[in-house]
Nanobody, 115 residues
Framework: QVQLVESGGGLVQPGGSLRLSCTASGIIFSRYHMDWYRQAPGKQRELVASVSRERSTNYADSVKGRFTISRDNAKNTGYLQMNSLKPEDTAVYYC?????????WGPGTQVTVSS
């Protein structure tokens, strides 16, 4: 049974930082590309950052220079370090592990940026 579980969300003030984690089980994590998505109320889910199994990374323009995606294959875990958070970063954040036609999602973790 494949399972992805996000953690690390919460309430933070503007300008603050959070580190999200996504731990996978039931797959050989190192073979999968990993993405972080987010969905704000009333908006479509959007891709925030990606890290390939070769560790190349890509970011949405809105988070470049503030967010860093990484992975630790030995721990079957991916990370999203979020700095200089803004109110518009408020959303449910989801991790996704994909390989070919296979894709798995976590249930999401809420991030709220507010004073």
């Amino acid at each position: 049974q494949v399972q992805l579980v996000e953690s690390g969300g919460g309430l933070v003030q503007p300008g603050g930082s959070l580190r999200l984690s996504c731990t996978a089980s039931g797959i050989i994590f190192s073979r999968y590309h990993m993405d972080w998505y987010r969905q704000a109320p009333g908006k479509q889910r959007e891709l925030v950052a990606s890290v390939s199994r070769e560790r190349s990374t890509n970011y949405a323009d809105s988070v470049k220079g503030r967010f860093t995606i990484s992975r630790d294959n030995a721990k079957n875990t991916g990370y999203l370090q979020m700095n200089s958070l803004k109110p518009e970063d408020t959303a449910v954040y989801y991790c996704n592990a994909r390989l070919g036609m296979s894709a798995y999602w976590g249930p999401g973790t809420q991030v709220t940026v507010s004073s």
